[in-house]
C-alpha cells in the first residue's frame, strides 16, 4: 500500500457577527482538513491547528514540504512517517506550523489504518475505556463592548450554555484584570449551584495580575483558570501552582514530546491540555499523554476546529487510560465551542450532533464507532467552502 497524494483543505466563511478572546478579534470561521489519497483506494482524514492565513501557511507545508518527504510511503508505517518528516524538518522548526502541518497527516494516516483494520481509532489505541464522554460548553467571547455590557451578557450566556444541557462552561477574560474579576463574578452568578465554570486568559497576564484574578477565582470556586501567562513562563506557571488553590491548566501552545517534558517537569500545571491537531497528531499525544500520567497530571484535551478535530478528540478520550482508577475515577471533558461553528455541525455525512447529545443525554456524547475516525466528510461541502492557498 502506498500515499499516491496528499491535499489540504483550507475552508472559510464569514462569522455572523465579530468574537474575541484576550489577543485579537475574529470574523472568519477557518477549518484546516487534510486528505490522505493511497493507491489501494482508501483514503484518510485529519487536520490542523491554526486559524485564518497560519492555515494557508500550513497547506503549503503539508503539501509542499511533507507531501514530496512521504509520496510512495506505506501509510501504515505511520510512526516510521512522523520521525522521517520530524527529523527532515527539526533544523526547521521543532515547534510551531510544521508540527501543526505534521498532525494532520499523522491523524489521516491513523484513520487509514482504522479504515484498513475496519476498526475504529479507539481500538487500535487499546479500546474504550468509557463509552460515552461529557462536554462542557466554552462561550462568552469578548466582544467590542462596554464592561458593563459584558458582566450582563456573560451572566446570560453562562445559564443559558447550562439550559443547553452542559455540566460546566468557560469563560474568555482579556479586558484588564479588574474587569476580568466583574466577569467572572457574573459568569459564577449565572452558573449558581447548577455546574462548574472555568476561565481561559489565553495567556493575557503577568504573573501578579494572574494572582490577582486567580485569587478572586478560588472566592468564586471556578473549577480551573486556563492559560494564566505566557506559555514561555515556566516560573509564572509554577509559583500561580504552588500559590494558588484553583487549579491551573495550559498546554495547548505546546508541541511534542520534549516540550511537555519540560512544562511537566517544571510543576506548574494541575491539568494538562495537549492539542492533538497541533502538537504532531495521534502518534505524538499518544506520547505526550504518557508523560502527563508519568507525572500523575489529568488531561482534559484541547478541542478546537472541525467536526474531523472532534471524532479524533472522542476517539482520544475513550482511550484515555483512568488516572488514578478507582470506582468513581477523575474522568475527562470533551471541550466543546458552543459559538456558530458550521465546519463542526454541516461537514459530516453523518453529524455528530454533539449538541443534541448533551441535550439529550445528561451533557454526554458518545464515541464515534465506525472504522478509523468513524466520520465521512461531504465533498460538495469541502468544494463549497474551499479558498485558494
Ligand atoms: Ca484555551
Known sequence: MKITEIFSHVLQYDLPGELGYSQQYYTRRTAHLVEVRTDAGVTGWGECFGPGNVAIGN?????KVIQPMI??????DRDVIWHKVYNLLRDHGQKGMPLQSLSGVDIALWDIAGKVAGQPLF?????????RVRAYGYGMMLKRQSVADHVARFRDEAAAILDMGFTATKMKVGLGPRDDVQLCRAVAEGVGDRGRFM?????????????????????????????PVAPEDLDGYRELRAGLKVNISG???????????QILENRGLDIAQPEVCALGGISEYQRVLALC???????????????????????????????PGGLHPWEPMLEFDTTDNRFRDELLTEPLDVQGQVAAGDGFV????????????????????????
Open 59 to 63: 497547506k503549503a507545508i503539508v503539501e
Open 71 to 76: 509520496l510512495g510511503d506505506d501509510p501504515l
Open 123 to 131: 481500538r487500535l489505541l487499546g479500546g474504550a475505556h468509557r463509552t
Open 199 to 227: 476561565v481561559d486568559a489565553n495567556h493575557c497576564y503577568t504573573t501578579s495580575d494572574a494572582f490577582y484574578v486567580g485569587r478572586a477565582l478560588e472566592e468564586l470556586d471556578a473549577y480551573w483558570f486556563e492559560e
Open 251 to 261: 498546554g495547548e501552545a505546546e508541541f511534542n514530546r520534549w516540550g511537555w517534558r
Open 293 to 323: 500520567h508519568a507525572h500523575f497530571t489529568p488531561v482534559i484535551n484541547h478541542v478546537w476546529g472541525s467536526a474531523v478535530a472532534v471524532a479524533t478528540n472522542l476517539h482520544l478520550l475513550a482511550a484515555m487510560p483512568p488516572m
Open 366 to 389: 458518545s464515541i464515534p464507532q465506525g472504522p478509523g475516525l468513524g466520520v465521512e466528510p461531504y465533498r460538495d461541502f469541502i468544494r463549497h467552502y474551499e479558498i485558494d492557498g
